[in-house]
């Protein structure tokens, strides 16, 4: 029998950088690392936003810059990611949550922007950040990287086409990247949050949300973005070196009920 091996559940010290870390569960994210001793890289396209995030952890003694980032730019990407780097000296983990919401009728006029912009942002960013990452995770001695997609993924509601194609290619890609870069021992996972109480879901009144959440998850409410972080955060960990390519929904239970 092999002896016992003690695997660390630390983060501290380990560099991430989120997107869409201005608020929501990008916000929350940022500090769950850095309440565990990680360095944060705030990015996000509200610069004032990231900004405001970055003094929030900064505040309570934990370690995090920010910096503006669209990610529907390439150049940005690769700028932003080589600063990270050289600022926080390496690069650790990368948690590709910038997204946005995306509602279009499948023969409404503008669908093809709608379309456009939805992938842009919610999947041709994700291979754009992980290709600029790339060198420095090959450096890292925990090189982690976590998308955020959707219960869209899994499942759709109705006028929410091109939202639920690109939250679908996110799962695809991160399988395939799972199974591309394992040899190099980089970890590659998706996150698929369900009703999650974000900015995106504050216009939906409380009476409609109660109604859902009672109908359609298994707890019976609206999740917080601190708890689709912890999953992010488990993921991260050291001691998760032998997950890879999962698929994984923080919804309450809402995939596994039927009635």
């Given at each position: 029998?092999?002896?016992?091996?003690?695997?660390?559940?630390?983060?501290?010290?380990?560099?991430?950088?989120?997107?869409?870390?201005?608020?929501?569960?990008?916000?929350?994210?940022?500090?769950?690392?850095?309440?565990?001793?990680?360095?944060?890289?705030?990015?996000?396209?509200?610069?004032?936003?990231?900004?405001?995030?970055?003094?929030?952890?900064?505040?309570?003694?934990?370690?995090?810059?920010?910096?503006?980032?669209?990610?529907?730019?390439?150049?940005?990407?690769?700028?932003?990611?080589?600063?990270?780097?050289a600022?926080?000296?390496?690069?650790?983990?990368?948690?590709?949550?910038?997204?946005?919401?995306?509602?279009?009728?499948?023969?409404?006029?503008?669908?093809?922007?709608?379309?456009?912009?939805?992938?842009?942002?919610?999947?041709?960013?994700?291979?754009?950040?992980?290709?600029?990452?790339?060198?420095?995770?090959?450096?890292?001695?925990?090189?982690?990287?976590?998308?955020?997609?959707?219960?869209?993924?899994?499942g759709?509601?109705?006028?929410?086409?091109?939202?639920?194609?690109?939250?679908?290619?996110?799962?695809?890609?991160?399988?395939?990247?799972?199974?591309?870069?394992?040899?190099?021992?980089?970890?590659?996972?998706?996150i698929?949050?369900?009703?999650?109480?974000?900015?995106?879901?504050?216009?939906?009144?409380?009476?409609h949300?109660?109604?859902?959440?009672?109908?359609?998850?298994?707890?019976?409410?609206?999740?917080?973005?601190?708890?689709?972080?912890?999953?992010?955060?488990?993921?991260?960990?050291?001691?998760?070196?032998?997950?890879?390519?999962?698929?994984i929904?923080?919804?309450?239970?809402?995939?596994?009920?039927?009635?």
């Open positions: 029998m092999s002896d016992f091996k003690q695997l660390s559940r630390s983060v501290r010290g380990l560099t991430v950088l989120v997107t869409g870390a201005a608020s929501g569960m990008g916000r929350a994210t940022a500090h769950v690392f850095a309440a565990e001793g990680a360095n944060v890289a705030v990015t996000d396209f509200a610069a004032d936003g990231a900004k405001t995030v970055a003094a929030e952890i900064t505040a309570k003694g934990e370690t995090a810059k920010a910096w503006t980032l669209d990610v529907a730019n390439r150049e940005e990407i690769n700028a932003v990611v080589g600063d990270v780097a600022h926080f000296g390496g690069l650790d983990i990368i948690v590709n949550n910038a997204g946005m919401s995306v509602h279009a009728k499948i023969d409404d006029e503008d669908y093809d922007a709608a379309w456009a912009k939805a992938l842009a942002v919610m999947l041709t960013a994700h291979p754009r950040v992980i290709r600029a990452a790339l060198p420095y995770l090959r450096k890292s001695k925990s090189p982690r990287i976590v998308n955020i997609a959707s219960t869209e993924a899994l759709a509601t109705a006028e929410l086409s091109p939202y639920s194609a690109a939250k679908a290619g996110v799962t695809g890609l991160t399988r395939s990247l799972a199974v591309e870069l394992g040899r190099e021992g980089i970890t590659v996972n998706c698929c949050p369900g009703p999650i109480t974000t900015a995106i879901t504050a216009r939906i009144p409380d009476e949300k109660e109604i859902y959440a009672k109908r359609r998850t298994a707890l019976r409410r609206y999740g917080d973005p601190e708890e689709v972080a912890h999953m992010t955060l488990s993921l991260c960990l050291p001691a998760a070196s032998f997950l890879t390519g999962a698929v929904p923080v919804d309450g239970g809402l995939m596994a009920r039927n009635a």
